[in-house]
């Protein structure tokens, strides 16, 4: 079978134009390294899009999806599946303590889908919703309208109504232009200025850390004030930890970094760490009462997928068994360093920022800290410097994912100090080709 026409010829690539998508057959994955089907080994150091979190392969995982499909393979979710309490049980133990009722989709996007509706409900009349620009919250109609990113240009003007955009506390490239810590966290504070200006507004949405725009960590202060202007001004705060939960920073979610509690927690990707579709929506406990008496207006087919659910209680399993938030914190702090080494050697490399098994290399081409390609670039389909040194990645073996200036560096959190040197080593070559267009 000629795979790749049929690929080709039949199946969309997304996110691209058609024409010249030349695809990797891969057949096979264990561990950290995924295979083609020439029986070329790749790293997979981004975890493909920062979720293959516990690696490929874990039998544990395998075996408990296996299970439920040989005994319950699908239920409509008007019964109660036993999966499905096991779930929420499991869940409760790792989850901020707000949280306490979950809606159970198959993505990212729909569990954001799932917290506007929700929040649009619980705070009728208020409908607005705060955003970033450097933000992604997916793809279908209201998280894509949420996205503040290029992906959104596409679909404009046929955008979801009553989204209002933040700035972003992305210190490399102030968007108010300012210096932390003179700035006095502007960006956070100004969002109690909006939110007044506005009126109506029902909710707020972030990345805790934002991902696919650059790996923005924030200054300590930001969201402890941002979760306390949203009270202050009472509005639910929604986090997105689609990407950053589970793990991925060395807590089981992002928000326990700075002890705060959201009304709302989405998450998806590492829920599953991959092994089926999931997406979860959680609640706290007064949003889930007040749909004691209310419509809960929504739902899917595939909702609490009997066996996407099994995976739940099992990732949780190993993640204890293997102990990884204290691995991820280790392999954290050696990847850190070993990153952090890179600025000192390579003139392109402009930011190195991360946390956990997260972390982002921008680089830049002259010392005015111009990009190598930004969202314009994105928007028209063109290739920067960075996607090209992406691909050379690729045929070096080592998998980046990549935005137009930066590489996005998210390892299965289950890598090891050898795994990252084989990654970091690989990133090493390709910045020498960047460093020679700064000098230019
Ligand atoms: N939210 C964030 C923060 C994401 O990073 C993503 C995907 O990368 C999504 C939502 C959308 O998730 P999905 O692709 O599963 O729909």
Same mark, same amino acid.
């Given at each position: 079978?000629?795979?790749?026409?049929?690929?080709?010829?039949?199946?969309?690539?997304?996110?691209?134009?058609?024409?010249?998508?030349? &695809?990797?057959?891969?057949?096979?994955?264990?561990?950290?390294?995924?295979?083609?089907?020439?029986?070329?080994?790749?790293?997979?150091?981004?975890?493909?899009?920062?979720?293959?979190?516990?690696?490929?392969?874990?039998?544990?995982?395998?075996?408990?999806?296996?299970?439920?499909?040989?005994?319950?393979?699908?239920?409509?979710?008007?019964?109660?599946?036993?999966?499905?309490?096991?779930?929420?049980?499991?869940?409760?133990?790792?989850?901020?303590?707000?949280?306490?009722?979950?809606?159970?989709?198959?993505?990212?996007?729909?569990?954001?889908?799932?917290?506007?509706?929700?929040?649009?409900?619980?705070?009728? &009349?208020?409908?607005?919703?705060?955003?970033?620009?450097?933000?992604?919250?997916?793809?279908?109609?209201?998280?894509?309208?949420?996205?503040?990113?290029?992906?959104?240009?596409?679909?404009?003007?046929?955008?979801?109504?009553?989204?209002?955009?933040?700035?972003?506390?992305?210190?490399?490239?102030?968007?108010?232009?300012?210096?932390? &810590?003179?700035?006095? !966290?502007?960006?956070?504070?100004?969002?109690?200025?909006?939110?007044?200006?506005?009126?109506?507004?029902?909710?707020?949405?972030?990345?805790?850390?934002?991902?696919?725009?650059?790996?923005?960590?924030?200054?300590?202060?930001?969201?402890?004030?941002?979760?306390?202007?949203?009270?202050?001004?009472?509005?639910?705060?929604?986090?997105?930890?689609?990407?950053?939960?589970?793990?991925?920073?060395?807590?089981?979610?992002?928000?326990?970094?700075?002890?705060?509690?959201?009304?709302?927690?989405?998450?998806?990707?590492?829920?599953?760490?991959?092994?089926?579709?999931?997406?979860?929506?959680?609640?706290?406990?007064?949003?889930?009462?007040?749909?004691?008496?209310? !419509?809960?207006? *929504?739902?899917?087919?595939?909702?609490? *997928?009997?066996?996407?659910?099994?995976?739940?209680?099992?990732?949780?399993?190993?993640?204890?068994?293997?102990?990884?938030?204290? *691995?991820?914190?280790?392999?954290?702090?050696?990847?850190?360093?070993?990153?952090?080494?890179?600025?000192?050697?390579?003139?392109?490399?402009?930011?190195?920022?991360?946390?956990?098994?997260?972390?982002?290399?921008?680089?830049?081409?002259?010392?005015?800290?111009? &990009?190598?390609?930004?969202?314009?670039?994105?928007?028209?389909?063109?290739?920067?410097?960075?996607?090209?040194?992406?691909?050379?990645?690729?045929?070096?073996?080592?998998?980046?994912?990549?935005?137009?200036?930066?590489?996005?560096?998210?390892?299965?959190?289950?890598?090891?100090?050898?795994?990252?040197?084989?990654?970091?080593?690989?990133?090493?070559?390709?910045?020498?080709?960047?460093?020679?267009?700064?000098?230019?």
């Amino acid at each position: 079978m000629d795979y790749k026409k049929i690929l080709k010829e039949h199946t969309f690539k997304t996110w691209s134009k058609q024409k010249g998508w030349e &695809p990797i057959i891969v057949t096979q994955a264990r561990g950290v390294y995924f295979y083609d089907n020439n029986g070329k080994r790749y790293l997979d150091f981004s975890s493909q899009f920062v979720n293959v979190n516990l690696g490929y392969g874990n039998e544990k995982v395998i075996n408990a999806i296996k299970e439920q499909l040989e005994t319950l393979q699908y239920i409509n979710p008007s019964f109660g599946a036993e999966i499905r309490a096991k779930a929420a049980e499991a869940l409760l133990q790792v989850m901020p303590k707000t949280i306490s009722k979950f809606f159970f989709s198959t993505s990212g996007t729909e569990a954001n889908e799932a917290a506007v509706k929700i929040s649009r409900f619980y705070k009728k &009349p208020s409908y607005k919703i705060l955003a970033r620009y450097r933000s992604y919250h997916g793809s279908t109609e209201a998280s894509i309208s949420l996205t503040g990113d290029y992906r959104r240009w596409f679909v404009e003007p046929n955008t979801m109504n009553g989204v209002v955009r933040i700035p972003e506390p992305y210190c490399f490239r102030c968007p108010l232009k300012l210096k932390y &810590p003179d700035c006095n !966290i502007a960006c956070a504070n100004y969002v109690d200025y909006i939110i007044k200006q506005e009126k109506n507004v029902a909710a707020v949405i972030v990345e805790p850390i934002t991902g696919t725009n650059g790996v923005i960590v924030p200054p300590k202060e930001y969201m402890p004030l941002l979760r306390q202007i949203a009270k202050e001004n009472d509005i639910l705060f929604i986090a997105d930890e689609v990407m950053t939960g589970w793990g991925r920073t060395g807590e089981w979610f992002a928000v326990n970094i700075w002890g705060i509690e959201p009304d709302i927690l989405t998450t998806a990707k590492g829920a599953s760490a991959s092994y089926v579709p999931i997406g979860i929506t959680g609640v706290s406990k007064e949003i889930g009462e007040f749909f004691e008496d209310n !419509i809960f207006a *929504h739902g899917h087919t595939f909702e609490a *997928h009997p066996v996407s659910l099994a995976a739940i209680p099992a990732v949780i399993e190993e993640y204890k068994r293997l102990n990884l938030l204290s *691995h991820v914190k280790a392999m954290g702090e050696y990847l850190g360093k070993r990153l952090n080494d890179l600025k000192d050697r390579h003139i392109s490399v402009g930011d190195i920022r991360g946390v956990g098994l997260f972390w982002a290399i921008e680089l830049i081409k002259d010392s005015k800290k111009t &990009p190598f390609g930004d969202y314009e670039d994105k928007y028209n389909g063109k290739l920067t410097l960075v996607d090209i040194l992406a691909k050379k990645l690729l045929e070096k073996g080592v998998y980046v994912y990549n935005g137009p200036s930066w590489f996005i560096i998210s390892p299965p959190l289950i890598i090891n100090k050898e795994e990252i040197d084989q990654g970091v080593d690989a990133i090493e070559e390709v910045l020498k080709d960047a460093d020679k267009e700064f000098l230019k």
